[in-house]
């Protein structure tokens, strides 16, 4: 099974009530938002959301007119303590990974920290990873949080 996830980027435009209205449809197809993400610009925005139903919110936003795509990303958990975040940024520079963008979400425990990291090489950013023993969410370990 990949240890990757399927991140959804939606192109809303940058007006009252756009986001809430996608919001609302992707609460209308029983979907549970896991981690959300926004970033604008002065004519548009980009939702990213990690969902428990990647196919049916994809199906549904797209039948609703929607602009979307599904990215690779990679998830990973790490222990609530000062410098956790760094020792990854270390392992992935190390490996000569690009990040170009993260972002993080809350996971199961208050005792980790858990952030969606967009790289250019998601295979050897997750070899990486795995190598000095860091724990990878596979979209399963997210969608069931």
């Not at 992707?26 to 990647?54: E, H, M, P, Q």
């Given at each position: 099974?990949?240890?990757?996830?399927?991140?959804?980027?939606?192109?809303?435009?940058?007006?009252?009530?756009?986001?809430?209205?996608?919001?609302?449809?992707?609460?209308?197809?029983?979907?549970?938002?896991?981690?959300?993400?926004?970033?604008?610009?002065?004519?548009?925005?980009?939702?990213?959301?990690?969902?428990?139903?990647?196919?049916?919110?994809?199906?549904?936003?797209?039948?609703?007119?929607?602009?979307?795509?599904?990215?690779?990303?990679?998830?990973?958990?790490?222990?609530?303590?000062?410098?956790?975040?760094?020792?990854?940024?270390?392992?992935?520079?190390?490996?000569?990974?690009?990040?170009?963008?993260?972002?993080?979400?809350?996971?199961?425990?208050?005792?980790?920290?858990?952030f969606v990291i967009?790289?250019?090489?998601?295979?050897?950013?997750?070899?990486?990873?795995?190598?000095?023993?860091?724990?990878?969410?596979?979209?399963?370990?997210?969608?069931?949080?």
């Amino acid at each position: 099974m990949s240890k990757n996830v399927r991140q959804i980027s939606v192109f809303l435009e940058n007006r009252p009530r756009t986001l809430a209205e996608a919001l609302k449809l992707v609460k209308g197809f029983g979907v549970n938002i896991r981690a959300l993400s926004l970033a604008d610009t002065k004519d548009f925005g980009i939702l990213r959301i990690i969902v428990n139903d990647t196919d049916k919110t994809v199906d549904g936003l797209k039948a609703a007119g929607y602009a979307v795509t599904v990215t690779e990303v990679v998830a990973i958990t790490t222990p609530d303590a000062p410098g956790q975040l760094s020792r990854v940024l270390d392992i992935l520079g190390a490996k000569d990974v690009n990040i170009e963008y993260l972002y993080a979400f809350n996971g199961k425990s208050d005792r980790s920290v858990s952030f969606v990291i967009r790289v250019d090489d998601v295979e050897n950013a997750s070899s990486a990873l795995s190598e000095q023993g860091v724990i990878q969410l596979t979209e399963n370990d997210v969608a069931t949080m």
